[in-house]
């Protein structure tokens, strides 16, 4: 293990004498590259010079138990290396699972995508209090959240809604919530006191920047359009709304929900930046999601992952068959230990990759 840390050492130092190189510094591109594999190794650089200490510290203490002649002096160094050695084998584990290579969007800000499924208005209901949900758990985090686009429910909530959430570790925390989520409750629109289910499907992309995807002006058509729906006095009389196609690919991105064009037409190049990105992100999500329980390709949108039972308080998590019973808090968005739950289950899986 030693021999490793000592390469991502040098590697890391590296790193540091390009960053200060003038001729990197020009390059944008490669300096963005170098600063946040740069970030990424600090932490395990930090717990390598910890390791090293805690080394040298076992050494120091095995010495004076071989050469010290004073009782007491030895029963303290018996003890201290009784500690340290516990304390290295609880980094060594931290360590081994620090050096398999995380999802390299993991540190990423996303965009989240919640669709109104199976059950009618009811469906629609509940992608509303999804939405909700994720709205109040990115609050406990710090997070801000950006509303991008959405179609209202005819009784309430959304047939869709997309919303960006910026932040640190955004992505690396939000992915797990990709998949169907199934409710189980008796809709506000049912008379007669029976139990339907209902579902909404979300998907969570890491949001794509200007150095992951190389867009083209010239591969752009923009159309600008009055907005429709409630919005105020600029609605139907200014050309705000924006909507942008991508040539090669006939992606199309289309918001109307800023009075500004300008905010308009930077959040759907953001959107478009980030589905033309999913596409090269796909192939990478379609083979961890092979090997990995805990995520759910993109492309795999039929998959169920989790389902939310009113009448008995239940959550259920089918993917690490985990079952919490709080339910009034979870949906006010305490999901924390679900999702810490979820990425415990992924290190275990990464464990067993890295080992297969």
Not at 268 to 289: G, N, P, V
Request: charged letters at 30%; one cysteine or more.
């Amino acid at each position: 293990m030693l021999d490793k840390l000592e390469a991502i050492y040098q590697r890391f130092l590296d790193i540091e004498e390009q960053m200060n190189n003038p001729a990197i510094m020009a390059d944008m591109k490669s300096f963005v590259r170098l600063s946040k594999d740069y970030k990424d190794l600090q932490p395990i650089i930090a717990a390598y010079k910890e390791y090293e200490s805690v080394v040298a510290n076992m050494e120091a203490a095995r010495e004076i138990l071989y050469n010290e002649k004073d009782e007491e002096f030895k029963a303290m160094a018996k003890e201290e290396l009784t500690e340290l050695t516990s304390k290295k084998e609880k980094m060594e584990e931290d360590i081994r699972l620090m050096l398999i290579p995380s999802d390299p969007q993991d540190g990423k800000n996303a965009v989240v995508e919640i669709r109104a499924g199976t059950g009618g208005d009811e469906a629609s209901i509940f992608a509303g209090d999804l939405y909700r949900m994720y709205t109040k758990f990115c609050e406990t985090k710090g997070w801000k959240i950006e509303l991008a686009d959405f179609t209202d429910g005819t009784a309430g909530g959304y047939k869709e809604i997309i919303f960006n959430v910026s932040g640190e570790n955004v992505y690396g925390l939000m992915k797990y919530e990709s998949g169907v989520h199934r409710v189980q409750r008796v809709p506000q629109t049912e008379t007669q006191g029976r139990v339907h289910t209902s579902a909404a499907s979300v998907v969570v992309l890491p949001e794509a920047d200007e150095f992951d995807i190389d867009l083209k002006p010239s591969d752009i058509r923009k159309d600008l359009y009055c907005s429709s729906g409630p919005g105020g006095q600029s609605v139907n009389t200014t050309y705000s709304a924006v909507r942008l196609t991508h040539i090669p690919t006939g992606i199309t991105v289309a918001i109307q929900d800023q009075k500004s064009q300008l905010k308009n037409y930077d959040k759907a190049l953001t959107i478009l930046r980030t589905r033309l990105f999913e596409q090269e992100y796909q192939k990478y999500l379609d083979e961890i999601s092979k090997k990995r329980k805990t995520m759910v390709s993109t492309g795999d949108r039929s998959a169920k992952v989790r389902t939310y039972n009113y009448p008995q308080s239940r959550i259920t998590d089918h993917r690490i068959n985990m079952t919490i019973y709080n339910l009034p808090s979870f949906m006010d968005g305490d999901i924390q230990d679900m999702i810490d739950a979820l990425q415990l289950a992924e290190n275990a899986e990464r464990l067993k990759e890295a080992v297969g």
